[in-house]
Each structure stands twice: as C-alpha cells, then as structure tokens.
C-alpha cells in the first residue's frame, strides 16, 4: 500500500482495499488455471518446519504481553522490548498468564474446552481482586456493528504498480494456506481438492476487501483452536462467523473485563501445539537431510516471518526435489480376475485369477511430489473394479526408493484400506527398498506375510484358504477375560463382511508388553490416542472412551472370539459418522434384526 499512498493518508486505506481485492482475483485466477497443484512441491518435512516457525512466531510475539509488556511483531521488536523494559515486569499479569495457561494444558485431552474455562476464570480473577488497577491491561469493548461496503476507487496506474504486491501476497496465502490444508488432510486421512479450497480463498479476500478488510488466508492458529475445541467439519467457520457477528451486534462490552494476558496465553498455547517435536524427532531419525530441511523452514519462518519462511520453504522444496519425476507410468495388472497383456508374461494365465485382487504397478521411486498422484491412481483403479475388492499388491520392482512423506501417506493409506476392509502388500521388493520400509515401519504395518517375492507369488496366496478372525486373534495368545475385540472385527466374526485388520482393546500391562516388541509399532492419533500395530493387528488401551473394564462388561463370546456390545459398536460408529461406518450400521441392525425374529 506504500507504493502509491503514505499511510495516514486518506488514500491508503483505498489502496489497501484495492491490494486485497487484487489479491482475491489473483487467488481466483490460480484456481480457475488449476494452478494449486504446485502446492505438492512442498515436502511434508517443510509442512512440519513451517507450522512449527509459525508457532514460535506466536509464541515470541504474544510472549511479552503475558508479563504486562506491549506486543512484539518480530523477533527483533521481541528482543528490543525485553532489553527496554528493564526487567520491570507485572507479577500480577504473569499470574493471570500461568493461571490460563495451567488451565488450557491440565484440560487440553478432555472434551472441555480448556481456553474458555481459562478465560472465564481471567475474568473472575480480575474482578475478585480488581486487578486492573495493579497494571493488567484489559481489552475493553470492541467496537460495534457489522463490516459496511466499501467506497473505493482504482485506476490503470494504480493497478500496474499494485500487481507484483497483490501476485506476491496471493503466493503467500497459496503457499501457507496449502500446507495448512494438506497437512490436516494427511492426519484426518481427507481428500485434499486444493483448487476448489483456493478458489474459496479468492473469494473470501474478495468479500474481505468489499468490507473494508485486508488479505486473508488460512491460518494454523484458528486451524488448532478449532480442532482442539472437537470440531470435524467447514460448518464451525459458519457457526463461527455468526457468533462474531452477534458479538459485534450484541457482545461488544463482554471483552471489558478480558485480560490481554489472558488471551495472550491462549495464543502461546495454541502456538506450541503447532510445534511437533515427535515428527520432528522421527525425521531425524529416520532421514537426516529433510530434518534439516524443516529446521531452515522453522528458522526462516520464525525469524523473518510468514513471508520469508513461506518463500523459503518453497525454494528449499523445489532445490531439494526438482531432479524427481513428478508422474510417473503406472499400469493396473490384474483387475476383475483379469490380467493385463503384460501381466500375462510375468504371471501366467494357466489358472485362475481372484476377482477380489488387485496388481497395480507403479513406474518410479515414491517421493512427496508423486506420491499423492500415486495415492489418487491406486484408489481409482480400486473404485474402477466392477467386484468387491479386499486385497491389493503393488508392484515395486521400479519402486526403488521412498522418502519420509511418501511413506507417511503409504502408512495413512494402509490404514485407510484396512479400515475398508483391503489389505496391502507388495511384490517384487527390493533389498533398498526394503530395508527402507522397514525404516519407516511400513512392513511390520502390513506384516511380512504380505511381502511377495513375485507377483505369481502374490496371486497364489489369494488362491488359497484363509485363516478366520478365531485363527488370527489365537495367533497372540490373549487370555479370554484379557481382550475385547472391537471395529470392524465383530462383522467378520458374525459373517457380516471381511475385515482385513483386527482392532483389539487390551489392557495396560498386555499393551505394555507388545510395546516393547520390535516387529510392533506405536502411532499417536490427532486426539493423542496412541495404537499399536503389527500386520493386521491394531492393538489399543481404549476405544471411543471406553477401557477394557468398560467393553468386558457388555462383551460376548461369538465364534471363540470375545467381542464388544453391537449397541456400542453402533454407537462408537454413530459418533465417527464416515461413510463406511453408515454402512457397517446398516449391516449390524440386519443383524439385530433377524437375531431377534429368529430368537
């Protein structure tokens, strides 16, 4: 805006609208190109160092606020006013920070919402012991009234000197807005349609500027908030905007008593949340190079803001994978018990084929440029069979490398179809790749049963007879009263539908046990709910809030399998609300049904 008007001015908020709306149209144009797909060069490790700088940014910035200081908008304004204040901080505003602070964090794995329990409890403080007149600063009304249209004006100089600012602030909100998006669709296993959400994005700047606003973009802090207070759709945006725009009619004078420490500690907590030493840990233990990949976004972003970070991410993704092919051939080799030409050399057509499987083949290395094309094109050749499919085996004979975010989609992807009811394997395994997977722990995952050394190998063991959930649980050696199998598991012991993976809740000690084993793997869901899995075993301590204790209590003995309620199983699939689980209900009512007209 400083390009064409002085701020103060009376044209620079003229300018700064203009700046926004082009911005809008920037965005929409991008989408409209289908253009967002650039957004796949960025790695998950930068996905991870950026999030991550965006939450010390926070932190560094709100820091000052939470000891009775101004806000800093940079680290160096952090540094400056820490030296400047002389050490003279509020005690009293420190409290009322550490107060909301203890709160967030002793009820942050509840379903109480932590933040406004704190900040009703700020308020309390203040009046209790009128701490606004002992320095804690409070953030007083708010002014009134919703957004009014814009009077604006432009002209053609105006817009040619704007343009590189506007293709500049698009690309920011492009970039951040996309890591954003994929990084929450890769741990709530969604798809990501990147344009659609882009084009969304231009309009809302769009809408921003026409109501006197500035460039908007999607924003990780908003993103956690509204994960942590249990929200799993777009409608929280909608109820979310209601409840400001009543506030703004209604509410203005309920900020009166809010401290600004108070608010100021929900923002550090929400900025550490976005800080994942756990991933951070695993990169570096299992590929050096993109750890530090995501430190130089973390410190980039940290130091010199969205801006520079977001810019420098971009860079390192492109410098770190720009030699990688970014689609490489793929082939689908058996589909409805029929092989493809060049399946037939490599398999042979002398028996016959299961309709059930599924050979796809993939020509190249898996990397975080291909791997969700990967991903889509396995998927589509599944939903393309004209028969129900439980079993894929890809064909890695080209695969001959993987790197840390392809194996984190591979591992999401696995999970998915077992959930499904479709196991995973691979045939044709290098020993590179191999060991590479067992790295990153895809093959305890998919188990080492379903590694084949050829394709042949692969089609026979589908051939063959299975072993049933009895036979497969009688494998751990549980004690009868020591386990409760849960999920899709009772469907296949009631003959409902097969289930690939078997989800069993156990209790401490037995989960502790498994844990210490090698060939099992623990993974930490996005509620922080922790899991163990080997092969097509998933073992747990609880299961929708229920303990071990809790399911015994209503579980049943079907087949020599103990397993849960089907009432809490279908009430368990009532809350998760997927599709799938829709289904699966369906099918357990039928169940209940003729169970009852036949007793």
Known sequence: AILVSAPGS????????????????????????????????????????????????????????????????????????????????????????????????????????GEIIGLVLAVLFVIVFRANDYGVHLVGA???????????????????????????????????????????????????????????????????????????????????????????????????????????LFGTQLFNQVPEAALAAVICVLGFRLIRFSEFCRIWAVRRTEFWVAIVALIFTALFGVLVGVGVAIVVSLVERLIRQYRPKDVVLLRDGTLSPWAIERIGGDYKMPKELVIYGFNGPLYFENVEFFKQRLLQSIKRSKSPVWAVVIDASTIDSIDYTAATVVETLSRRLNSDGVSLGFAHVSPNLMSQLKIYGIISLVGEDRIYSTLRTAVKAYTGPKATIAERIERLKLAKDSYVAVGSAILDALGLRAATSI?????????????????????????????????????????????????????????GVRVMSIDRLIQGKRHIARRKDLADIELLKEFLKSHDETT
């Open 503 to 559: 989800d069993i809740v156990v209790g401490p000690d037995t989960y502790a046990t498994y844990r210490k084993r090698k060939d099992w793997r623990e993974f930490t869901q996005a509620n922080d709910k922790k899991t163990l899995s080997h092969d097509s075993y998933n073992l747990m301590t609880s299961w929708d809030g229920s303990s071990l204790k809790q399911l015994l209590s209503r579980s049943w003995l079907t087949g």
């Open 10 to 113: 009376n044209d620079y908020a003229n300018t700064v609208i203009v700046l926004s709306l082009m911005a809008g149209v920037v965005l929409i144009l991008i989408a409209l190109l289908k253009l967002g797909s650039i957004a796949n060069l960025i790695s998950r490790p930068v996905m991870v160092g950026f999030l991550a700088g965006v939450g010390l940014q926070l932190i560094i910035m709100n820091l000052p606020v939470l000891v009775g200081l101004p806000i800093s908008h940079s680290v160096q304004g952090f540094v400056t006013g820490m030296a400047n204040s002389g050490g003279l901080f509020s005690g009293l505003t420190a409290t009322v920070s550490l107060l909301v602070i203890g709160i967030v964090m002793i009820l942050r794995r509840s379903r109480v919402p």
């Open 142 to 248: 708010l002014p009134g009234g919703l957004p009014q249209f814009a009077n604006f004006h432009m002209s053609l100089p105006m817009i040619l000197t704007l343009l590189p600012a506007a293709i500049a602030l698009a690309l920011v909100a492009l970039a951040q807005s996309a890591v954003l998006i994929r990084s929450s669709a890769i741990e709530h296993d969604e798809e990501v349609h990147l344009n659609r959400d882009l084009l969304a994005l231009g309009f809302s700047n769009v809408v921003s500027a026409l109501s006197h606003g500035f460039t908007v973009n999607g924003s990780p802090a908003r993103t956690v908030a509204a994960e942590s207070a249990g929200s799993k759709s777009s409608w929280v945006n909608v109820w979310a905007g209601l409840m400001i725009g009543a506030i703004l």
